[in-house]
Structures are given as structure tokens and as C-alpha cells.
């Protein structure tokens, strides 16, 4: 991913609220699952790691980065972005530039 697809990718992600909250049970398989349903669904997600959360946010984002296959857009304190394009590319709903 370049910088300027990166920087597209920031800009639509600031008018975005949080779909998911990760709290003191930390990265479970059904939080693991529920990103990777949303993600297909939305291709471009934030996470919010809540204060109670043991771990830091940037090992969260690499963990849940790694287990779904998504690209870590940005984590800014304790929230966090995701994309995933879509697999199919007439179902993609965000067009980065080039």
C-alpha cells in the first residue's frame, strides 16, 4: 500500500465510528471472526480498545492485522484502523487512487 492510498484511506476513516470494542478480554476467536465478517462486509473498519484492555493497541492491530489478512491503515492511541479490500474487485466498495 502506497502512502497516498494510505492517506486516502485516513481521510474516510475520520467521519467513521468504531464498529467493535476490544475490553479486558482481550482478542478472542469470536472477536477474531466478527472483524473478518465485517471487513468483507465493509472492506475499511475501527476498532476501539477500551482502557480495562490488558494489551497495548499496537499489538493488538498486528495480531488481528495478521490473523484476518487485513493492512493496518492506522492506530492513533487507542483506536484502530483496518482494510481489506474485497476479493472480487466489482465488489469493492472503496477505490483507492493510484
Avoid: H, W
Avoid at 14 to 32: N, V, Y
Avoid at 33 to 38: C, G, K, L, P, S
Amino acid at each position: 500500500m502506497t502512502s497516498k492510498q494510505r492517506s486516502y484511506l485516513k481521510g474516510v476513516a475520520m467521519t467513521t465510528e468504531p464498529i467493535f470494542q476490544i475490553g479486558k478480554s482481550g482478542l478472542t476467536p469470536e472477536i477474531t471472526e466478527a472483524v473478518r465478517e465485517a471487513l468483507e462486509a465493509r472492506e475499511l473498519i475501527k476498532i476501539s480498545v477500551l482502557k480495562n484492555c490488558l494489551d497495548d493497541g499496537q499489538s493488538i492491530a498486528q495480531v488481528l492485522a495478521e490473523r484476518v489478512q487485513a493492512e493496518v491503515v492506522q492506530i492513533i492511541g487507542k483506536k484502530i484502523v483496518l482494510y481489506k479490500p474485497a476479493k472480487e474487485e466489482k465488489k469493492r466498495k472503496i477505490k483507492l487512487p493510484d
